[in-house]
């Protein structure tokens, strides 16, 4: 069974920087897509970045501002998020997909940033 766990998320200001953390547990994480997404209330949760094969791609609305990346030694992945702004506030979630095309969600971690 693959889990996945979502780490710093919190309070911030405008401007702030946060660097969630998304640890992976079973199944050899190397092999998974590894994507963010995240679901601001009342809104359908939308993808934010993603690595797949070592391409990254990002919604517009974070392009410049957010970088995904993996460390494999470490089964852990990252969303760094510089100049946040209070559209970015939402709950985050890390997903993965893997070689089987089975998907799996960690539960997720806030993220709130005030003007």
């Known amino acids: 069974q693959v889990r996945l766990v979502e780490s710093g998320g919190g309070l911030v200001q405008a401007g702030d920087s946060l660097r969630l953390s998304c640890a992976v547990s079973?199944?050899?994480?190397?092999?998974?897509?590894v994507a963010w997404f995240r679901q601001a209330p009342g809104k359908e949760r939308e993808l934010v970045a993603r690595?797949?094969?070592?391409?990254?791609d990002y919604a517009d609305s974070v392009k410049g501002r957010f970088t995904i990346s993996r460390d494999n030694a470490k089964n852990t992945a990252y969303l760094q998020m510089i100049s946040l702004k209070p559209e970015d506030t939402a709950v985050y979630y890390c997903?993965?997909?893997?070689?089987?095309?089975?998907?799996?969600w960690g539960q997720g971690t806030q993220v709130t940033v005030s003007s």
């Open positions: 690595i797949r094969g070592g391409i990254t």
């Open positions: 997903h993965v997909r893997t070689i089987f095309s089975t998907d799996y």
């Open positions: 079973g199944g050899i994480f190397s092999t998974y897509a």
